[in-house]
Structure formats: structure tokens, C-alpha cells
């Protein structure tokens, strides 16, 4: 009698957690359809769309808290740091690339995520030290990364006014055709 209550129990106790796993996988499904669903609103709309942009970064950000272990974690939240920055969110840019760069070292986009942190410190943020730190960074773990250059030129002229930059160039110019 012992062993059938003791086997009725584990066989309970192994339902009960096969539903709660079935359940998770199914609200994890749901919130990437809605995810998907509010992406192709947001891009198919011409114009800029403010709510819609709120209420993606939104859903990003909620299943990156729920779902911490999901291959899609960073992708959505490169995504949300993304958006962030083209509607004049740098602070919260930041914070979900520092996200994936504490979180998600194996990312395939990390060395984008170390570029784009310096390009919004210097270019949203205007923080000039940080800005260097994360360009140095990027040259330093990959340097023969197809943003290099880029990460180079930012170098060169970081902190430069846009009339420093105009009077440079006219100077490069004269010195070019002598």
C-alpha cells in the first residue's frame, strides 16, 4: 500500500511539472508571436512610430526579464538598444547593451554591441571618456572586425567640433593637391 500512494505521488508530482514546463514553453511562444506581430507593425508603418517603438522595446525588455536563459534574449535586446537610440533613448541604449555585454559574451553581434555603446556615448551622451573607453575596447578584442575603420576614424577625431573637423579637412585638401 506504501508503494502504490508513494508511486501515485511522483506520478503526480511529474504531471504537475510537465504542465508547468508546457505552460512556460507556451507563454514563451506567445510573447515571440506577439513580438513578431508588433515588429511588422512597427516597420511597415513609414513614418516613425513612437508608441509602436514604446510598446516593442516593451516587449523585448519583458521577455529578456522572464526568459534570462533564451537564445533570443539578446537578439531582442540588441533590438530594443537599437530602437532605443533612433527615438532619442540613449540612457535606456545603454542599459540593454550592457545587458548583453555582462549577460551574453557568446552573442553573435557582441562586437557590434561594444561599437554601438561607444558610438551612443560619443555621439547621444556626448561622455567623450567612455566613448574612447568602449572604441579602444572594440579595436583591442577585434581588430580585424569589419567596423574597425570605423572605430579608428571615430578615434581620431573624438571630441572634435564640426568646425574643427570642416577647417581638418579643407587642410587635408590643400595639402592633397600640391
Known sequence: MKKS????????????????????????????????????????????????????????????????????????????????????????????LTRIEENYPKFDKYPEVIFLKAFVYENYLKQLDKAEFYYKKFLEEYPDHKLAESAKSALMFLGMTDEQLIELFTEMNRYNKK
Open 5 to 96: 500512494v508513494i508511486y501515485g505521488l511522483l506520478l503526480f508530482f511529474l504531471l504537475v511539472a510537465c504542465k508547468g514546463k508546457n505552460k512556460e514553453q507556451y507563454e514563451k511562444a506567445k510573447a515571440e508571436k506577439e513580438i513578431a506581430e508588433t515588429e511588422s507593425l512597427l516597420y511597415e508603418t513609414e513614418e516613425p512610430n513612437a508608441e509602436l517603438a514604446k510598446k516593442i522595446i516593451g516587449l523585448y525588455v519583458a521577455y529578456a526579464d522572464k526568459y534570462v536563459d533564451s537564445e533570443n534574449t539578446p537578439k531582442y535586446l540588441f533590438k530594443a538598444s537599437e530602437i532605443a537610440m533612433n527615438f532619442n533613448q540613449p540612457n535606456n541604449s545603454i542599459r540593454y
